[in-house]
């Protein structure tokens, strides 16, 4: 469904991606792991089209989205929810759902979604009229991925949805990726916090200095000696003891 | 007790002049993070194309109409053309550039009509002039005050009730995320421009309607003081900017009013001077807030 | 043999940066006559008034816009200082006996008007300072603001709006030559310095700065306080050029074509202010030959009001959308070139001379 092929992006002169390719099929979650700096939010950012990608295709069903500005990708199907929320801390927490649907013409489909992202998080109903600066955490991540949704996207790029989230929180983030894939939706999840990751996704790509090194599917890489080194830590966890 | 009611008249008046100037800072520095200095060059665009218009015997509703129009088209492609590619830039840069589009404006419109001061020839209508308690007022007093509180509260609805106005907000309060929700933000700034220069169009010919004569150099100064009472209320608020706006007319017109003989001359440094002292003492202004976050 | 880069061989910066605009200076001096003489005054004024700005908007990195107001503080308090007596008491009503009676040579008259604006720099710098960015622009400029009004009204001092004249022509090409390379030489040094580069560091990241023990107030302090000096050492300079001075003319305008030069130049070099004030001396005079009106390819141009203001300001925008660290960036080549010791003992090195031919050989090669 989304396909990435040969993709680089620069900055300056330094290459923070170089060549790199993968493909997401449809209701697959995907997630792609790597340690700070290793590219995976620049990859990211080139495939909503913050960054203009040096070279290489991003596709989504075969039409050709590399170079587009973010409206056009946004209303392709693909969007962003990036790491650290960034919510609209000025606006309200209707008015950040709101925004999702700007694009969308029929103010009906948008009060759909809404509601639909209320039955996910039932805490935003609540929370409707607040000042989303004034949210916790765990709650502002529950918008930016509520106000991602109401965009009505076929794909969902998740940048860190866990980072700085306590871990109860944490779970519950992850319980709603699981249940949108339930639905339907194709997720490519971009974690440091590899356990979790793989523990929720079909496949992982494990990205270094630019490149991807490593990729299959997640139970098989969680088993590899170096991954578990380098990013289990060899600890037993909750998602380590559900994968083996 | 004349005297007094006639010194807050016109500082209403005045007030209304640098609020709706102020409003269109406010936005502009909220969405971009920078100060548009030529803003104030508007309102010498509204007043020279409004001149023109009558001049050529067009009728004075629909000049009126026309001028604001023609102002709003120069704070789009003043916009287009030289603050687009230096969003990124310092604040610096940009403080600079709207320099220089303030100087290049003002020269070209000498150039164009040369610097002697023109007269403003507005219906008969306005000048009117009635009793309010023991004061007179004219009709354009009135129009001014009216004017500046519709135009306020449509701002304000605008802002805070349609679709356009929340984007407004979004991209002010993060670009970045607003670009992720596909909201382009060239044509938000532009609709911020939009509103800006028309607030300033209004402003310029209430302005020049009321002293009826005017010239190329109206604009800068009368910017500029309206600018600081943007400050003064605190940048990117629109209460901000209309309670700045008064603050500072009221200073200046009561400075003068009011000050004594041999000091009088002053007032200009007086309030200026009120002004630097209300910034060092609240930096961000009277209501403004103290962390902004942009990105 | 190391091959130096022929813009670093001693030789080069030798010629290039003392011997040929000396020569050029000299033959313009010579012959142009004395319009070419004031327009030459006036260039090497405006060095010092962008270089003086650049100390402070490109180095400390504190924008302000309020140089013309310590360019006018440095014109008004030298005139004062230069003028007879009887001439001050036939112009300006009841100026205060002792002032009236004062009488300095101009040079010690310059120095005091220069001391005195920057005290009032150091009296006013200590409450805005605080203020950054766009307030720092904005206290600035309505700190130009009040000065012009203070000028405009402080009628037994200043003579009111009708300004001051009379002064006598003591600027003259030695005197300005000598002052702006005392400024350069005087400000380079400074830059260079360990204080110098806590200026740049700084403007660099403020909170880093601190961290490593700068005192930035004081820095920040210090830096307006010895601009305003070198502000007012040019407008002492420029009222003895001009000779007739008034509140209107450090205004706006004057605000502008100073900051224009440090913008064009290159802000945050001292070098830059050399082609800045280049730009701003001669391409008005240029300009002002047009205004008049003219004919281009046969067809006859009017004459065009606000001409030079209409160019410099496209100029301008050009320079800052596609160039917008100016003509120098962060370069010192010629005030480095200017002040090393090595520019001038490098002449008496062979090697010098062999590297000369030899980086001009590959050069040509090349």
């Not at chain 2, 590619?85 to 403080?95: F, K, N, P, V």
Request: proline content about 2%; hydrophobic content about 50%.
């Amino acid at each position: 469904m989304l396909k990435v092929s040969n993709l680089s992006i620069s900055y300056k002169k330094i290459n923070a991606v170089r060549d790199i390719s993968f493909e997401i099929s449809k209701g697959e979650i995907v997630s792609l792991i790597g340690s700070n700096g290793a590219g995976k939010t620049s990859t990211m950012r080139a495939i909503s089209g913050l960054v203009r990608a040096k070279s290489g295709s991003i596709t989504l069903n075969g039409e050709e989205l590399a170079g587009k500005p973010p409206a056009r990708i946004v209303s392709a199907g693909i969007v962003h929810v990036p790491e650290g929320r960034q919510v609209f801390s000025r606006l309200t927490v209707a008015e950040n759902l709101e925004m999702g649907g700007y694009l969308t013409r029929d103010k009906r489909i948008v009060r759909e979604r809404m509601e639909y992202v209320f039955d996910l998080f039932p805490v935003l109903r609540e929370r409707l009229r607040q000042k989303a600066g004034s949210l916790s955490g765990g709650e502002q991540q529950m918008l930016a991925i509520g106000r991602g949704l109401v965009t009505g996207p076929k794909v969902l790029l998740l940048d860190e949805p866990s980072l700085g989230l306590a871990p109860i929180v944490v779970e519950r983030v992850f319980e709603v990726i699981r249940k949108l894939q339930q639905g339907g939706m194709t997720i490519l999840l971009v974690e440091q916090n590899a356990v979790d990751a793989m523990a929720i996704s079909g496949r992982t790509y494990i990205m270094e200095s630019g490149a991807i090194v490593l990729d299959g599917p997640s139970a098989e890489i969680a088993e590899n000696d170096e991954v578990k080194r380098i990013y289990l830590g060899g600890k037993e966890t909750w998602a380590t003891s559900l994968l083996s | 007790m004349g005297y007094f009611t006639a010194q807050l008249i016109s500082a209403v008046k005045l007030g209304s002049i640098y609020a709706l100037v102020a409003i269109g800072y406010s936005i502009v520095y909220s969405i971009m993070g920078m100060i548009n200095f030529a803003h104030g060059e508007l309102l010498m665009i509204a007043t020279f194309s409004l001149w023109v218009l009558l001049n050529a015997g067009v009728p004075f509703a629909l000049a009126v109409a026309l001028a604001i129009l023609v102002t709003a088209l120069f704070g789009i492609l003043i916009e287009r053309i030289a603050y687009r590619s230096i969003r990124d830039a310092g604040e610096s840069t940009q403080i600079i550039t709207s320099l220089a589009v303030s100087i290049f404006l003002e020269a070209l419109c000498q150039a164009i009509f040369n610097s002697s001061s023109k007269a403003l020839i507005i219906p008969d209508f306005f000048s009117k002039t009635f009793r309010i308690l023991d004061t007179t007022v004219s009709v354009i007093d009135v129009v001014t005050l009216a004017c500046t509180l519709i135009l306020t509260l449509a701002v304000v609805l605008i802002i805070r009730r349609t679709a356009v106005g929340k984007a407004m907000r979004a991209v002010a309060d993060n670009m970045e995320a607003a670009d992720l929700m596909g909201i382009d933000k060239n044509r938000i700034i532009t609709a911020a421009f939009v509103i800006g220069s028309v607030l300033a169009a209004v402003a310029g010919i209430l302005y020049s309607g009321k002293y009826t004569s005017f010239s190329n150099d109206m604009g800068f100064m009368l910017g500029v003081k309206a600018f600081i009472a943007a400050v003064l209320g605190g940048l990117g608020s629109l209460t901000g900017a209309v309670t700045g706006g008064y603050i500072m007319a009221v200073l200046e017109v009561f400075f003068s009013g009011y000050l004594p003989r041999g000091v009088v001359s002053y007032q200009t440094a007086f309030t200026f001077l009120v002004l630097i002292l209300v910034l060092l003492v609240r930096p961000n202004g009277l209501f403004g807030s103290s962390n902004r976050q942009r990105s | 043999m190391e091959k130096v880069k022929l813009r670093n061989n001693p030789l080069f910066r030798f010629l290039a940066v003392v011997l040929l605009p000396l020569l050029a200076l000299l033959l313009a001096a010579f012959t142009g006559g004395s319009y070419y003489e004031s327009v030459l005054v006036l260039f090497f004024i405006n060095i010092i008034l962008a270089a003086s700005l650049n100390l402070t908007n490109g180095i400390t990195g504190i924008f302000s816009l309020g140089q013309a107001g310590f360019m006018a503080l440095g014109a008004y308090a030298s005139s004062i200082l230069t003028l007879s007596e009887k001439t001050k008491n036939t112009m300006v009503r009841n100026m205060p006996e002792w002032l009236a009676k004062i009488q300095l040579p101009f040079i010690p008259a310059l120095i005091v008007a220069a001391v005195f604006s920057m005290l009032i720099a150091g009296l006013i710098g200590f409450a805005i300072l605080r203020a950054r960015g766009h307030y720092l622009a904005v206290i600035t400029l309505g700190m130009v603001i009040v000065i012009k009004s203070v000028l405009d009204n402080a009628n037994n001092l200043t003579n009111g709006s009708r300004g001051l004249s009379g002064m006598a022509r003591y600027s003259t090409l030695p005197v300005v030559v000598i002052a702006a390379l005392l400024t350069l030489f005087i400000l380079y040094r400074i830059r260079i310095s360990a204080f110098g580069r806590a200026m740049i560091a700084l403007r660099e990241d403020e909170d880093a700065a601190a961290s490593l023990g700068i005192n930035y107030s004081t820095i920040r302090l210090m830096s307006f306080m010895i601009s305003a000096f070198f502000g007012a050492v040019g407008g002492g300079l420029w009222a003895h050029l001009q000779r007739t001075i008034a509140p209107s003319l450090f205004y706006f305008n004057e605000t502008f074509i100073i900051l224009e030069m440090s913008v064009l130049g290159g802000m945050a070099s001292l070098s830059g202010a050399i082609p800045g004030a280049a730009i701003l001396t001669f391409v008005p005079q240029i300009l002002a030959n047009f205004s008049t009106g003219f004919t281009l390819f046969g067809i006859q141009i009017p004459q065009i009001n606000g001409l030079t203001n209409i160019v410099m300001s496209v100029l301008f925008i050009v320079t800052i959308i596609f160039r917008k660290q100016g003509i120098a960036g962060n370069s010192e080549y010629i005030v480095s070139s200017l002040f090393d010791r090595q520019t001038y003992t490098g002449l008496f090195k062979k090697e010098t001379y062999t590297g000369f031919a030899d980086a001009f050989r590959r050069k040509k090669s090349a």
